[in-house]
């Protein structure tokens, strides 16, 4: 086994061992994984595990269930195969260095087919049955290469079957020339048969049955039955002797008398090789009646072979060939199979045929109708719809409070075009709530009816797509796609753990900085929960950590709360940051560029980190920890290679985006201008085409246009200033402070979100609350921060996508559902407290304090 080889000096961040680049020189050489490109390849890697075996131990065992792949690392292994005639173990192929085997089973389903042994000691790189389906799933190339490498097993092994099937004729030759004459064409005959039982053999030989079957005893038949290699030497030598005629001679003769002996199994092998499909069908048919009637089981070889049409003409065939059809999986096949047998057993007036065909439609149309009724519907979309809110009462009132608050819009417009409007987007709110549409059918159906109504002009209905906010935020998902694509994502993540500290505090707090560092560069929570968890994950499991452990939990929780809840470290950290700014009058929004939003949401985020590192430390009490191994990392890294010209051009582009995000506005060159520049910089450099494009989240993109719109319709309307004035005049103005206004607005938005998904909540409670702020000598932006600082919750496993995608992404194994609720409220905790202990700051930069 390759030892593991930490090295000493972990600022060199590159290949780190020859363990790992041995291994990395493996997996880039192997033959299955030729056409994987490195980054996927590097990624595949956390997933491989290395086994060890001593000399004659088995990987897998011919007839066990398969479920995993696995690629020789060191020493060789051999396959070997027994079968039932035969127990001993022939080794059939030896693999080597860089052989992959074990993907039959995978790929069929079927059990092992051969036992695999180690020649010495050795070591085998493991992949599991889910993360196999996956690679083959992403990448077509392993799909090829797995057929080449199968068809190169086949041609082998159809090669060794010719050998020894020579080696098999001349042995046979030679015991054939003692058999007495008289017993010889017997021999040769019995070998065309499937079985060669006492019947049989009584039916064709008569008196010489006994010596017929000790001569095939002395052949090597087991019970009745000759190993396949001796049978097809035997069968060919009586071709050679009696000819193509004489052998059909015999059988022709043959069959008759082993279907009177019921040896149905040797009649029918003797009619499928030699007479045509409707002597079959009629031998079939026969041969599922009367008293020693082969069994359905038995018979389904012969009947799977049968047309629909030959079936058709006889009752029983109809009858079971429509069950083979129905066990397969077709019972629509059944049906029609058997109402084309119907007529003719009509035509011949034969009523039991009529009620044995009537009796199987019967079964098969409540087969058929069960299947249909599992089957996931091909409808259209309002069928589904439909039948799910009929299945659903909360979403049917959901539905209907929308739909009548539209036909209340509807008549409103006339009069009060702004009243439509609220109730239009109350409507809205209804829909979302549910989650029975996607997001931007309901942002396009407000547009829709806004222009509709006469709310907006069709121009300002769509405004915010030409904004640019919008067309930042184009640029901004592209360049994050374009950055993972690169592998510099991946990249920095490994380095991270390779570089890792010894502590577990400080390992937590690097799992979370790096979440927070990620900010910058990857602006979706889902995406950089993706990514950094895995590596807490790889970190755990690299010090032995037991699964869901306070160690394991601390790690992953302090991941996950850096990589999401987090998101607003940086404007560019998440789409709900800009979709905040965008939300705020343009007025107000002027001096948030990259750096200032960061220089006054830094405080906050960081105070929370910290506060949430120490909770997380008391709640979860974690122990000591052990030594790590970076054996995977280096070999990821390896993998890796050296930074590519990709890699590097990224980073560039990523860099010259930040300081254009910047500086551009204040020398003239507007942040869409920075940030289309950069995508097509992207493009040129290859790390983002067609397909990446087409791969944004576009459900995102359309709803954002839409949000961009609503700030200037919402002032047109008078809406902000209305809300200012009756919320004003309700809460008795500035009687409230702005902190305990700050402190309502988190509170409000925590019971808000458990109803309503993240950026619905804050897109309604931004709307309400922002035109109020100024009465209370609250910025928006701190409305706009406040709510982002509290609406990535996890209390409820389903609050959040990117909770979901941490628990998923750590496979379970970090933390529990009761450990990260936990978690939730001490995060909680700590951003109401990290709230109040900002506000001077945050007096101090006038954001709050009166408007000036
Ligand atoms: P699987 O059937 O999953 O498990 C045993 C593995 O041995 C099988 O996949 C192949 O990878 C390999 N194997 C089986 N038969 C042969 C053969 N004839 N030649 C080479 N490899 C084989």
């Not at 001593?54 to 995993?68: F, I, N, T, W, Y």
């Not at 001349?170 to 039982?197: H, K």
């Not at 008759?256 to 079939?284: F, I, Q």
């Not at 921060?785 to 996890?794: E, Y």
């Amino acid at each position: 086994m390759a030892a593991p080889q930490p090295t000493d000096d972990p600022s060199t961040g590159g290949p780190q061992s020859d363990g790992a680049n041995r291994s990395a020189d493996l997996l880039a050489k192997a033959d299955l994984f030729s056409g994987v490109d490195r980054v996927t390849l590097a990624k595949l890697a956390a997933n491989l595990d290395p086994v060890s075996f001593a000399k004659d131990e088995a990987a897998c065992k011919q007839g066990e269930v398969g479920d995993s792949l696995y690629l020789v690392s060191e020493g060789t292994f051999g396959v070997f195969i027994s079968s039932e005639s035969d127990p001993r173990l022939v080794r059939v192929a030896t693999f080597g260095r860089g052989a992959c085997f074990g993907e039959m089973a995978l790929l069929t389903g079927e059990p092992r087919s051969a036992t695999v042994l180690s020649d010495g000691a050795g070591e085998l790189l493991r992949l599991d049955h889910e993360r196999f389906q996956e690679l083959v799933r992403k990448d077509p190339g392993i799909g090829l290469a797995l057929s080449a490498s199968l068809s190169r097993r086949l041609r082998t092994a159809s090669q060794n079957i010719k050998e020894s099937d020579a080696a098999v004729r001349r042995q046979v030759d030679r015991q054939l020339a003692s058999v007495p004459a008289s017993l010889r064409s017997r021999i040769l005959q019995a070998s065309l048969l499937d079985e060669s039982d006492a019947a049989a053999l009584r039916a064709l030989f008569g008196d010489e049955t006994a010596e017929v079957a000790e001569q095939l005893t002395a052949f090597g038949a087991v019970k009745g039955k000759l190993p396949p290699p001796i049978a097809r030497a035997l069968s060919e030598a009586l071709v050679k002797e009696a000819g193509a005629e004489g052998v059909r001679a015999f059988v022709h003769d043959a069959i008759e008398p082993l279907a009177k002996a019921g040896s149905w199994r040797n009649a029918l092998t003797l009619a499928g090789t030699y007479a045509d499909g409707p002597a079959v069908a009629a031998l079939l048919a026969r041969a599922l009646r009367g008293a020693d009637k082969l069994s359905s089981e038995l018979a389904a070889p012969w009947l799977t072979r049968l047309s629909d049409e030959a079936a058709a003409d006889d009752a029983v065939l109809a009858v079971e060939r429509a069950a083979v059809h129905s066990q397969q999986g077709a019972p629509e096949a059944a049906l029609r199979l058997l109402r084309r047998a119907l007529p003719l057993a009509h035509t011949r007036s034969d009523p039991t045929a009529i009620a044995l065909i009537e009796a199987a439609v019967t079964r098969h149309t409540e087969v058929a109708g069960a299947i249909e009724r599992a089957k996931p519907r091909e409808s259209p979309r309002l069928a589904i719809l439909w039948s799910n809110l009929r299945a659903n009462p909360s979403r049917f009132a959901a539905v209907t409070l929308s739909i009548l608050l539209i036909i209340a819009a509807i008549f409103t417009s006339p009069f009060s075009k702004a009243g439509a409007f609220v109730l239009l987007l109350g409507g809205a709110i209804a829909l979302w709530i549910v989650a029975i549409l996607p997001e931007f059918v309901v942002y396009l159906g407000l547009v829709i009816s806004w222009v509709f109504l006469g709310i907006a002009k069709p121009a300002q209905a769509v405004a915010g797509f030409g904004s640019t906010s919008w067309i930042s935020i184009l640029a901004i998902l592209a360049i994050a796609s374009a950055l993972s694509a690169s592998g510099l994502v991946y990249r920095l993540g490994l380095m991270l753990i390779r570089r890792l500290p010894q502590g577990l505090f400080a390992q937590g707090a690097a799992c979370m900085g790096s979440g927070l560092g990620l900010t910058l560069m990857v602006p979706s929570s889902t995406a950089r929960t993706r990514l950094i968890l895995p590596t807490a994950l790889a970190a755990a499991q690299s010090q032995r950590f037991k699964d869901r452990s306070p160690e394991s939990a601390f790690l992953g929780l302090a991941a996950f709360i850096g990589a999401s809840p987090l998101l607003y470290i940086f404007l560019n950290g998440s789409s709900s940051n800009f979709l905040g700014l965008g939300l705020i009058p343009e007025a107000s929004r002027a001096r948030f560029d990259l750096a200032y939003w960061f220089v006054a949401a830094a405080p906050l985020a960081l105070f929370t980190a910290i506060g949430s590192l120490g909770i997380l430390w008391v709640i979860l009490r974690p122990g000591k920890t052990e030594q790590m191994s970076h054996q995977r990392i280096d070999l990821q890294l390896s993998l890796l290679g050296p930074l590519s010209a990709r890699e590097i051009s990224m980073a560039v582009i990523l860099a010259l985006m930040v300081i254009g995000f910047n500086v551009g506005p204040s020398v003239g060159i507007s942040t869409g201008v920075v940030g289309l520049a950069s995508l097509v910089a992207a493009a040129l450099v290859g790390c983002f085409n067609r397909q990446s494009l087409q791969a944004l989240n576009w459900d995102f993109l359309i709803s954002y246009g839409v949000i961009l719109s609503l700030p200037p319709i919402i002032s047109a309307l008078g809406i902000d200033a209305t809300i200012a004035h009756a919320l004003g005049g309700l809460l008795g103005g500035a009687q409230f402070s702005p902190l305990v206004f700050v402190l309502a607005i988190a509170v409000l938005n925590l019971a808000v979100r458990l109803l309503l998904p993240d950026d619905q909540t804050l897109l309604l409670l931004s709307i309400i609350l922002i035109p109020v702020a100024p009465v209370f000598g609250v910025h928006p932006w701190v409305v706009v921060i406040t709510l982002l600082a509290t609406f990535t919750l996890w209390l409820l496993p389903t609050q959040t996508s990117s909770y979901a995608v941490a628990y998923e992404a750590s496979e379970g194994r970090l933390f529990t559902q009761g450990q990260a609720r936990k978690a939730c409220i001490g995060f909680i905790a700590v951003t109401l407290v990290g709230l109040v202990a900002v506000f001077p700051y945050w007096r101090w930069l006038k954001l709050i304090g009166p408007t000036p």
